[in-house]
């Protein structure tokens, strides 16, 4: 097993004892969106996924896992990459699990989901997280999770939907282009991916001295 692969393996068993929670965000979202199928998979995509992504963040951040990925046998670089290759599997266990559940509620509907909707509903998915982990994880690799939690969460969000609403996007303005998001989301988070690896570790938070009280005379 290469060290890529083995820092991604510790970022899964980081976040195993939170599953049930994942699982239950996933249920729900299928539940509140079962009369829309189709819509569930940019749910996922925009909400769940990222959430799953960031995780190992979260988690390093309260139980100081910083010290951890600082003795392993592996350089900083790796450790970074590992990130964005639990991100990806992540995006890919999601979305895909919510394909095969969309899939089926739609054909219990009776209104089945056409094998090129489900492609394009796909490719717009991996756009908007592409460009979500892109934002989200120089951010975060820079100046750590507690410091940039909210704003490393909606700036992405604010910077799609600017997106959409400035330029009109719909779904058939962007079907001529729907080939190209998925090599261009993949250079995005390639060069995210560089300019992380770039970036200076976070300082530590250093918490103010408490003044011991003068004694009364």
Do not use: K
């Amino acid at each position: 097993m290469t060290a890529l692969a083995r820092v991604t393996v510790l970022h899964l068993r980081t976040v195993a004892p939170y599953r049930t929670q994942g699982l239950l965000v996933f249920g729900v979202m299928v539940l509140v969106l079962a009369h829309q199928p189709a819509r569930l998979l940019p749910v996922l995509a925009v909400l769940l996924a990222p959430l799953i992504a960031v995780h190992p963040f979260v988690v390093a951040d309260r139980s100081g896992l910083a010290t951890l990925y600082a003795v392993l046998p592996v350089p900083r670089r790796t450790v970074l990459l590992g990130h964005y290759v639990w991100a990806l599997a992540g995006f890919v266990a999601t979305v895909g699990a919510g394909t095969a559940a969309a899939v089926l509620i739609a054909r219990a509907g009776g209104t089945p989901l056409g094998t090129h909707d489900v492609l394009m509903v796909l490719t717009l998915c991996w756009a908007l997280f592409a460009v979500n982990i892109a934002i989200q994880f120089p951010l975060l690799i820079r100046f750590g999770y507690a410091r940039v939690s909210v704003l490393a969460t909606t700036l992405p969000l604010v910077l799609v939907m600017t997106a959409v609403v400035r330029l009109h996007l719909t779904l058939e303005s962007v079907r001529p282009w729907l080939p190209l998001l998925w090599p261009a989301g993949l250079a995005t988070v390639a060069l995210s991916a560089l300019l992380a690896i770039r970036l200076p570790e976070p300082r530590p938070r250093t918490r103010p001295r408490r003044l011991s009280p003068q004694p009364q005379l």
